[in-house]
């Protein structure tokens, strides 16, 4: 038994995309199969075909963004000859993704592929759109080309090795770190683990009559706005996590459990 750092990986793809898909989940499945224990790294594989369950009453792209790529560490894009299906914000899915993980300083491989395509396979629109989009990002991601599946996968295999060993000198960074930064808080997160200390879940729903929030019927916008605020915060830090797409309860993490001990009354 060894205990190791799991690192989540979403792989984001058009719907002309399959083979790659597998090549990228290969190639993290066997990267952990030879390296997890002695780099004490998972890469954990996220993916629409994978961890997506069904869902109702949000939009498909939400969902997904929810279930997956909120989770994601790392995001591996591949691209062909389509752009994909347009969102209610962006000009595909898979821009949406790669956009809104990018804009969280998160790290996303794109890789556009080459290959051949069948005539019965190609669509003209799409394909302009494709090649509008890798242009527009020219000077602001780093990507690349490859034009075979074995080339592919050799590139990606690659681009592991140096993540896990750029994840690895990260982690003994932190370890060999002398000094501990205080945390400060507000009065109204230091309410709002009071009554998660109390309750272990927040519940913090808004309806037509008011918020309920710790049991308590909110009105006030002003103090409505603070509580938002206070728990936007402890999200950030650490101390409390969504539990619910709608974003109307929450946990307590373990370094939330962790603080609320140290809180008196």
Known sequence: ???????????????DISEEREIAKNVLYRWNELNSRFHNIVFSVLGYDINAHADSGVHP???????????????IAIFWTKLGTPTTEYSSGSVEEITK???QGKRALIYFSNKQVSPDKFNSD?????????KSIQG?????????????????????????????????????????TKVQFSEMEIEVLKIM?????????????????????????RQ???????IDSLEDKGFI???????????????GYRVCDQING
């Not at 996590?241 to 370094?255: E, G, P, V």
């Open 1 to 15: 038994m060894y205990q190791a750092n799991c690192f989540n990986v979403m792989i984001v793809s058009p719907s």
């Open 61 to 75: 792209q939400e969902s997904l963004n929810h279930q997956l790529l909120e989770q994601a560490d790392l995001i």
């Open 101 to 103: 993980h990018i804009q």
């Open 126 to 134: 799409q394909y302009q759109k494709l090649q509008d989009y890798k």
């Open 140 to 180: 602001s991601a780093f990507y690349k080309d490859f034009s075979s599946e074995d080339e592919f996968g050799k590139m990606l295999c690659d681009e592991i090795q140096l993540i896990a060993n750029e994840l690895e000198s990260i982690e003994i960074g932190i370890q060999n770190q002398p000094v501990q």
């Open 197 to 221: 200390k109390e309750k272990n879940q927040l519940q913090f729903v808004k309806m037509m009559g008011g918020t309920t929030f710790g049991g308590c019927l909110i009105k006030d916008q």
């Open 224 to 230: 409505l706005a603070e509580i938002e605020e206070a």
């Open 241 to 255: 996590k969504a539990t619910s797409y709608k974003r109307n309860l929450f946990d307590l993490t373990a370094s």
